[in-house]
């Protein structure tokens, strides 16, 4: 059974700093490539970063990018999520995906997420 299971969001202020985890399970980890994505009710789900499956290769968003830093442990089947100076338009439920790229199938994974509230 695959499972991908986000954790690690909560309540921080304004210009505080939260790091997610999602760890899979059940699936070729090493052979997906790794997206966030987030989503507030009545929008449209919004991409946040990604990293390829072997290497540091990663692209963001540019609302996050220079805040953010998307990061993978293949050891471990982990995805993290470093967000550092957070604003209240940060404030979602955070999303983990996962795409199959060796072999190329398109193979698509989503985890339920983690809610991220930014607020004073």
């Known amino acids: 059974q695959v499972t991908l299971v986000e954790s690690g969001g909560g309540l921080v202020q304004p210009g505080g700093s939260l790091r997610l985890s999602c760890v899979g399970s059940g699936f070729a980890f090493r052979d997906y490539t790794m997206s966030w994505y987030r989503q507030t009710p009545g929008k449209e789900r919004e991409w946040v970063a990604s990293i390829i499956s072997i290497g540091s290769g990663t692209t963001y968003a540019g609302s996050v990018k220079g805040r953010f830093t998307i990061s993978r442990d293949n050891a471990k089947n982990m995805l993290y999520l470093q967000m550092n100076s957070l604003k209240p338009e940060d404030a979602a439920v955070y999303l983990c995906?996962?795409?199959?790229?060796?072999?190329?199938?398109?193979?698509?994974?989503w985890g339920q997420g983690t809610q991220v509230t930014v607020s004073s």
């Open positions: 995906k996962a795409v199959q790229i060796r072999p190329y199938t398109g193979l698509t994974y």
